[in-house]
């Protein structure tokens, strides 16, 4: 019997969404879909948000994944760009569990330390790693954030066979009892 696993993997951001979609059959990838939802244009914070809901929605809707992954903020400097990224990552989170899909959170250094085998890798050095991994002549897209979301996906496959220490939640429950403090 053969089965296939659909994972989705997004880079959240507040200016650029990077997302990308990878097939597993019998531990072979193959990427089905890399692209980002450029946000710049819209003028607002909770505009932005509501559309990476719907976005979000929408990908789960049309590839039916088996899983997210999503990039764990990183800490910054900037409280403003810290809290902005990860209200853009919560609703992402919060669209697919609305549709019932386990999520997981890869640190930027996780995903990085896959992809090219070093944490501190440049973008430019995970998408070579990603573009020579899927046989690509070209990358798709000119931003470098479609190839992080493809990269959360990549990852999330190389470390679902191995014990993770990253979280994962398979629905609201569990990401309430993984997080006590953030319901108030």
Known sequence: MRVEKIILGIDPGTSIMGFG???????EMKMVVMHELILKKYPN???????????????????????????????????????KLGRAQGVAMAASLHRNIPITEYSPKKIKMAITGNGNASKEQVAGMLKNLFNMKEFPTKNLDASDGLAVAVCHHFNSASVSTEKSYTGWDSFLKQNPERLK
């Open 21 to 27: 979609i990878i097939s597993v059959l019998k531990n």
């Open 45 to 83: 914070h909770e505009t932005k948000l509501k559309i990476i809901f719907d976005k979000t929605l929408a990908l789960i809707d049309e590839f039916h994944p088996d899983e997210v992954a999503l990039e764990a903020p990183f800490f910054g400097k900037n409280v403003q760009s810290m809290l």
